[in-house]
């Protein structure tokens, strides 16, 4: 079974200890675009989505993860419902 883009994104980010989050975000254009090259332009694409909107809306890495002293964000405790 193929697990979502979700899981994908914090098992690699899991496995590698830390990403960037210019990294996060090209690996996710990468997922949803095989063909084609990654380029500036495409990086604010998921930006909501892994930061969130406001105060209304945590992203996925304030929920799953957390950001080291270093710029890497990390894998916390959490565990995905």
């Known amino acids: 079974m193929e697990h979502s883009k979700t899981v994908r994104i914090l098992n690699l980010i899991g496995d590698?200890?830390?990403?960037?989050?210019?990294?996060?975000?090209?690996?996710?254009?990468?997922?949803s675009n095989p063909i084609g090259t990654f380029t500036r332009a495409q990086r604010g694409y998921w930006c909501c989505s892994l930061l969130g909107m406001g105060r209304y809306n945590?992203?996925?890495?304030?929920?799953?993860c957390v950001k080291g002293k270093d710029g890497l964000w990390r894998r916390n405790d959490r565990v995905l419902p």
């Open 16 to 31: 590698q200890n830390g990403m960037r989050f210019s990294e996060i975000q090209k690996v996710l254009w990468e997922m």
């Open 58 to 64: 945590r992203g996925l890495l304030y929920e799953y």
